[in-house]
């Protein structure tokens, strides 16, 4: 094991978000590929907003991806005597205050400086208050340095310095006696001994406050790479409003695992122009300082792309257990219908999500219950008895048969009629699956089995004298 230290440390106020889950891949493939330790961290200070289910959500989503942690999950809410102590130590050393403004007080001087053009700040009214007014409520004010520059040397975005007479006295305990985020954020951090902290772009501005903190509480300070955020197609910040941002909103929709994480690697990192890469490939070639400075957009196109790779070269067998629960929100059972390794075999070449293979494979549990009549209209009436009925003859007589048997079947019956092969096959499409949108005719009957396949035909010859 090296001695890099990761963590992912999600709010849990909502479901996990594919930022946050590309945010934990980044840490999760760092760790791996140095043989450093990933930790999840559940920052739930916020007791308002934090919730059981958000925190299961998450879990759930991590597990979904495979981002499996080594350490944790810690929640912040269980170290609140840790951060007091902390708060102490700066009180004691002087590095801390105690503020008695009234939050009135604060927000008029605050509208005050805005209206004349000031940046809003924290005046320092006591700061170098001696007096401790009893019984009146105070919040605990960090000292932060008044001149110079606080700078620090981001992974992914260079040297970032902020002057700090623009970083106002940070609240690091409110009057309640809770304390606030960047202050626990450090302590987290700093007793977790975390080396390098991958975060969402959105923390650039917290970082400064954060290495003022370090400095004063004596602890190293470790590396940032902040992370551009992801922008849906209009540029704005993705949100609900492009479309689902919910990593288990994916799963149900029916895309797998590998290939979220294929895509999201790919917002914001790059290994020359590779699209496709394996856990393996992933793990072995990821390189923080290859992720780009600039937002990425997010591309549903793309994502389809890849979901429909990996369905087409995954293991039947897996994509067969992944496939049920799709199918059972359709209320379909499978026992006693076509074996469904079968039944993916044969939907794989096509489908791009497994919610399309479901409804693809419908048919094969579910005989059809109507037909796709003006499809069938294009065709004789008279004919398709006859072709119904050579199929039927044919199919009886060969008991058992391969896909490749059917098929070779198929030009027997039409060389013998003298039909081509879109007078017979399209009809058999119709009649076996009620549509024209199947499988190619030998696989459906092989899948479906000869009898099944005589019935159904039987029923389509019936539905066709009848029209
Ligand atoms: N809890 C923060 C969030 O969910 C992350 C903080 C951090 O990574 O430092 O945005």
Redesign the pocket.
């Known amino acids: 094991m090296s001695e890099l230290r990761l ?5 849990p106020t909502g479901y996990l978000h594919v930022g ?1 889950a590309r ?1 934990a891949l980044f840490n999760w493939l760092l760790a791996r590929k140095q043989g450093g330790t990933f930790i999840l961290r559940i ?1 739930d200070t916020d007791v308002e907003r934090s919730t059981r289910e958000s925190v299961d959500a998450i879990f759930e989503g991590m597990k979904w991806l495979g981002l499996e942690w080594d350490e944790g999950p810690f929640y912040q809410s269980e170290s609140f005597p840790v951060y007091k102590e902390y708060v102490q130590k700066l009180l004691d050393a002087g590095k801390a205050y105690k503020c008695y403004c009234a939050a009135e007080e604060l927000e008029g001087k605050r509208n005050l400086a805005m209206q004349e053009g000031r940046k809003p700040k924290y005046d320092g009214t006591c700061r170098e208050r001696l007096d401790q007014p009893d019984g009146q409520p105070y919040v605990i004010r960090f000292r932060a340095p008044q001149g110079g520059v606080t700078t620090f040397d981001d992974l992914i975005k260079g040297t970032i310095t902020f002057p700090n007479e623009e970083l106002d006295d940070l609240i690091i305990q409110r009057t309640d006696g809770t304390p606030t ?1 960047n202050f626990c ?1 450090v302590i987290d ?1 700093a007793s977790m001994r975390i080396t390098t ?1 991958i ?2 772009d ?2 650039v501005n ?1 970082t400064p406050r954060q290495v003022q903190l370090y400095n004063a509480l004596g602890f190293p300070v470790p590396q940032f790479a902040h992370v551009p955020m992801i922008l849906g197609a209009d540029k704005a910040r993705l949100s609900k409003r492009h479309g689902a941002t919910s990593v288990i909103a994916y799963r149900d929709m029916g895309f797998l695992p590998e290939a979220l994480i294929n895509y999201l690697v790919r917002l914001g990192w790059s290994n020359g122009d590779d699209e496709i890469f394996s856990r393996d490939e992933m793990i072995q070639k990821f390189d923080i300082h290859n992720v780009g400075r600039s937002a990425s957009v997010f591309n549903t196109e793309k994502l389809l792309w890849l979901n429909a790779h990996y369905i087409k070269n995954g293991d039947p067998e897996r994509l067969a257990d992944l496939l049920l629960p799709h199918l059972s929100s359709r209320d379909v059972t499978t026992s006693g219908g076509p074996d469904l390794m079968a039944v993916v075999r044969t939907l794989q070449e096509r489908a791009q999500t497994l919610e399309e293979m479901a409804e693809r494979a419908l048919f094969y549990y579910n005989a059809p219950t109507g037909y796709d009549d003006a499809a069938l209209a294009k065709f004789d009436k008279q004919q398709l008895q006859a072709v119904f009925a050579a199929v039927t003859d044919k199919l009886a007589e060969a008991l058992s048969s391969d896909a490749h048997g059917i098929d070779a079947l198929f030009k027997e019956i039409c060389a013998e009629n003298s039909w081509k092969m879109g007078q017979v096959g399209q009809p058999v499409r119709i009649a076996l699956s009620g549509g024209t949108q199947a499988p190619g005719i030998g696989e459906i009957i092989v899948t479906l089995g000869v009898e099944e396949t005589i019935r159904r035909i039987r029923k389509a010859r019936e539905h066709v004298a009848g029209n």
Do not use: K, L, Q, W
């Open positions: 963590r992912f440390a999600p709010s946050g945010t920052e985020y954020v951090d902290v975060r969402g959105d923390h917290n």
